[in-house]
């Protein structure tokens, strides 16, 4: 595949195309111009969806990844199962407001789509892409990922004309037309689609930023593993699906174990109060029962109330929650988390063998070494980081690419890591 890294300012029609389209004048509106809208459409459009065209030609070279045809992939991997359903669900969107004849609304699903599939169909599959073995499992996370970017060039094309073209005739089948401008448009699939899993992993995602706000608000650290993250609100419905997603959780959030509830008590102790500044308008004089009455609410369930004859809205209500012992706790509409913060010496001999790994990383990328290349380490530390090291060999020499790693006095500048000093020399094998 030719080198992606050519300079996006090429494009930069295509981001004014997508700010007009996306703007009052296909209402016949008045408008201001703004450079820092168009520079945002880049930002949020087209420099993530070309870095994940620039990602698939950049493996898909290194491993000798050509296929002569696009092909439809046939994958049990739930993360491509997901993207397929996802990019005909975008493509569903896109045509049903083209068809109202509504541009705007025909352009709004592509930011979220890019961001979907670049902040975590990418980032969650990219172990699949580094392994060194072309096993199935690669193969089917490539057919994937070119079968996405040929199907996004093409329904962006009418809206991105020169960027979609690039990539198309980049990636395209032998037998493909020459052009994006001469292929169908293309039809949503509608047997690919499963709601269930978007939705299930729509929830992941929110279980995830959650887990993710609670490390950040409570110090600890991302490389630092953790026993359990206990979740409610999060629906199985008899799918099958939520338990497939587990392992998501577990390595996006580093912890050991992932526990399903059905009651937030479960996790902490749960009160409620009238929000005055948006009742005062609907209560009238009915204000102090209705006050009452939600002070005195067990539970919040779905949808909204009717009290006293107001209908009541999660924004007039405010949820106080109290953790429980051992716990933090965070929540986002009706999925509620709560995160152990107890750490075991077993946990804490992981961290420390996570984030060695993430500073041997960072020397790779310094040392301007190629994704594929191998090393080896000698490392001087001290006693319970050497036990931390040696006690997680396999996965220090797998995430490090490294063939050798050795114990030795070595002349590197030390570092500190979790507050052991170490010093570690890398060399190329």
Known sequence: YPDPNLMLDTYGADAIRLYMIYSPVVKAESLKFSETGVKQLMRDLLIPWWNAYSFFVTYANVDGFHDKEVVYPESDNVLDKWIVSSMETLIHDVTEAMDDYDLQKSVRPFVKFVEDLTNWYIRRSRRRFWKSQNDGDK??????????????????????????????????????????????????????????????????????????????????????????????????????????????????????????????????????????????????????????????????????????????????????????????????????????????????AEGNAREFVSHVQSMRKEADFEVTQRISLTVETDAEMKSAIEAHLDYVKNETLATDLVFAACGAEAVELNGHATKIAVAKV
């Open 139 to 348: 193969l089917r996370a490539y057919r994937t990922l070119r079968y996405v970017l040929v199907q996004l060039s093409k329904v962006a094309a009418p809206f991105t004309p020169f960027i979609a073209e690039e990539i198309y005739s980049n990636l395209k089948g032998e037998s493909d037309p020459e052009s994006v401008h001469l292929c169908d448009f293309p039809a949503a699939n509608d047997a690919a689609r499963q709601p269930a899993l978007e939705k299930a992993m729509a929830e992941v995602m929110t279980v995830v930023e959650l887990g993710r706000r609670l490390r950040a608000d409570n110090d600890l650290k991302v490389r630092q593993p953790l026993a359990t993250l206990r979740v409610a609100g999060m629906r199985d419905e008899g799918s099958g699906i939520r338990e497939d997603l587990v392992s998501l959780i577990t390595d996006e959030l580093n912890v050991k174990t992932v526990e399903f509830i059905a009651d937030e008590t479960e996790l902490c102790e749960v009160s409620y109060k009238a929000n005055f500044k948006t009742l005062g308008r609907k209560c009238g004089p009915r204000m102090k029962a209705i006050a009452a009455a939600i002070a005195g609410m067990r539970e919040w369930g779905t949808g909204n109330r009717v009290i006293d004859g107001v209908e009541i809205t999660e924004d007039d209500v405010v949820v106080t929650r109290t953790s429980k012992p051992g716990l933090v706790v965070a929540a986002n509409g009706a999925i509620v988390v709560g995160l152990e913060t107890a750490l075991t010496p077993e946990l804490v």
